[in-house]
């Protein structure tokens, strides 16, 4: 099946540093996610971004299918910016519907 | 809050028992799928219903079991549990079969 797989595993960073976090993935997608996972568990979407760039207030993510990779850029992080994130991808192929395949995710924590 | 509902939101129970876990979709959504977060295996997915049939299975155990009901919601029917299954279970609903899911808030299972 497709792999995912994210980049760095941990970042730390001072609030109020810029960050970017990576996403490969080995075959074409029909569509790739970035999720927050908070510290209660909770799985938040950030984008739904099969190609292309995206904006959302200090979030920002860019998608280059035909190179298989993805990007989520974090800008002047902050503390509530820490957890988990994830990578997700809905493999090209016909049988896959809308089963998502998760990277490992990037951890980041944010000091104040 | 996303629309999916997940109950219960936490489940302690001992090894050998069996547990049912409820997921209600996002009113309009025909699509439920389950996902496992565990420790050691990360986030899989487990299986996807679309409108009362199974439409796509992954590495679901045969312990597990699972079904999607006329008023479209689903439930997560885990037997025989083992410690190996204390896990964050995800619910996740979307309009088709092939669209991305939005995720419900998901039970914590803890097995002792």
């Known amino acids: 099946g497709i792999q995912v797989e994210q980049s760095p595993p941990d970042l730390i960073l001072q609030e109020g540093a810029n960050s970017t976090l990576r996403c490969n993935f080995s075959?074409?997608?029909?569509?790739l996610q970035w999720f927050h996972q908070n510290p209660w568990g909770q799985l938040i979407n950030l984008f739904y971004i099969p190609s292309g760039t995206k904006q959302n207030g200090r979030l920002s993510a860019t998608t280059v299918a035909t190179e298989r990779y993805s990007l989520l850029y974090i800008s002047s992080s902050q503390t509530t910016d820490s957890g988990v994130y994830f990578c997700a991808v809905v493999d090209a192929g016909g049988t896959s519907y809308g089963k998502l395949t998760f990277g490992q995710g990037t951890i980041l924590t944010v000091h104040p | 809050d996303s629309g999916v509902t997940q109950t219960p939101k936490h489940l302690i129970t001992a090894t050998g028992q069996r547990v049912t876990l409820r997921c209600s979709p996002r009113?309009?959504?025909?699509?439920v799928y389950w996902y496992q977060q565990s420790l050691d295996q990360g986030l899989q997915f487990l299986i996807q219903?679309?409108?009362?049939?199974?439409?796509a299975k992954g590495n679901i155990l045969e312990r597990f079991s699972a079904q999607q009901f006329p008023d479209l919601h689903s439930e997560l029917n885990l037997s025989s549990l083992e410690l190996g299954d204390s896990a964050l279970y995800f619910c996740?609903?979307?309009?088709?079969?092939?669209?991305?899911?939005?995720f419900g808030s998901g039970t914590r299972l803890t097995v002792v």
């Open positions: 219903y679309y409108n009362g049939e199974e439409r």
């Open positions: 075959d074409s997608v029909n569509n």
């Open positions: 009113s309009g959504d025909l699509s």
């Open positions: 996740a609903s979307s309009v088709n079969p092939r669209g991305a899911g939005t």
